[in-house]
């Protein structure tokens, strides 16, 4: 059978995911914080009649990561990236001195998938399942960990969006070794702890999102399906049809505003962009509109922005009700591809996604 690492099996989505690969027969390495946590939190799947086995590590650490994965065995078959923390709070630092949702919520994941790749290989075909989110912010890279004017929510979506990308890049680096590397958004607002704690109404059971993520863990059909983020049970790409029943997307022409121009929005880490203010000397934003009428399939709109010549990407933001961003890839600095996705409380929407380059 199977054997299985779940990060963040505590509780959530985590424990929901143990607790079924472990009925279904797999071995599960079940990772808590810590031992006392993890033996109070999962006495009854430790003690119960399937094999699951507690696995600890403080995910802040990287030291930490480095011995959880030694408590690994030679052979395992999917890793499940899926242990995470949201955006209450002011800015705080790892143990190594990151951001630490960025630690957190990436980098663990980052060490830890490389620290495995040999066991992996071992087990193929194997996989790794990053737990995003369909919540995702481009990362600033002249300020990658937010010292300078903090924001949890940017915080906690660039680390999503480097999850996103970071399955991209396992998936090119694996394809030979027969490891596969995906990505998803299981659901919006699980009734978890994150969310709730964060003052947040719950608007997805925490059973949708485990039915989305035990797909890509387990689902013999996704077998050698690699390089893919999903929203829910539904491949993200570009769907301007309805005759499936999924949402209807309209996509205008690109738009640029220049400097002198009213700004639209605050660009996300980018000061100098204030909505209702002049668009300062060197920026421009590249907009591209997007209609949205909600089918019974959700579906993403996929644009493409490219900065004018001599103009590097800095971030990106939303007017109206574009909805959700997520997937995005970057190309020397200069291109984006973004997938916007209609907001989950909204029949109809509109709005415009902005890229800011300068």
Request: charged fraction near 20%; include cysteine; glycine fraction near 10%.
């Amino acid at each position: 059978m199977s054997t299985v690492l779940v990060t963040g099996a505590t509780d959530g989505l985590g424990r929901a995911l143990a607790t079924r690969l472990a009925s279904e027969g797999a071995t599960v390495l079940a990772h808590a914080r810590s031992e006392e946590r993890g033996r109070e939190a999962l006495a009854d799947l430790l003690d119960g009649p399937g094999d699951v086995r507690l696995v600890v590590g403080d995910l802040a650490s990287l030291s930490a990561v480095r011995a959880l994965a030694d408590q690994v065995p030679d052979r395992l078959d999917v890793l499940v990236n899926n242990a995470g923390i949201g955006f209450a709070g002011g800015r705080e630092e790892s143990e190594d001195g990151y951001e630490l949702l960025f630690a957190v919520n990436y980098l663990a994941g980052y060490l830890l998938a490389a620290l495995l790749r040999e066991r992996l290989a071992a087990a193929a075909p194997a996989r790794i399942v990053n737990v995003a989110s369909a919540g995702q912010m481009a990362i600033d890279f002249d300020d990658v960990m937010l010292e300078d004017g903090y924001d949890g929510v940017r915080a906690y979506c660039q680390s999503k969006l480097a999850q996103v990308m970071r399955a991209f890049d396992l998936a090119e680096q694996l394809r030979d070794a027969g490891v596969t590397a995906t990505a998803l958004h299981p659901a919006t607002y699980m009734a978890t702890k994150m969310v709730t704690g964060a003052g947040i109404t719950p608007a997805s059971t925490v059973q949708e999102g485990l039915e989305a993520t035990w797909r890509l863990v387990a689902d013999p059909s996704l077998e050698g399906v690699s390089g893919v983020y999903f929203n829910g049970t539904s491949e993200a790409r570009a769907d301007t049809h309805a005759a499936d029943g999924s949402s209807q997307i309209t996509v205008h022409a690109p738009t640029q505003l220049k400097a002198g121009q009213t700004a639209p929005f605050d660009a996300p880490g980018v000061k100098a962009i204030r909505r209702g203010k002049a668009i300062p000397a060197g920026y421009v934003l590249v907009g591209q509109q997007v209609d949205v009428t909600r089918g019974a399939k959700t579906a993403g709109a996929a644009l493409k922005f490219t900065c004018p010549e001599g103009k590097r990407l800095k971030t990106f933001g939303v007017t109206g009700h574009a909805g959700f961003l997520a997937a995005q890839n970057y190309e020397d600095h200069k291109t984006t591809n973004v997938m916007s996705f209609p907001p989950p409380h909204m029949q109809q929407a509109s709005g415009t996604v902005y890229a800011v380059c300068r």
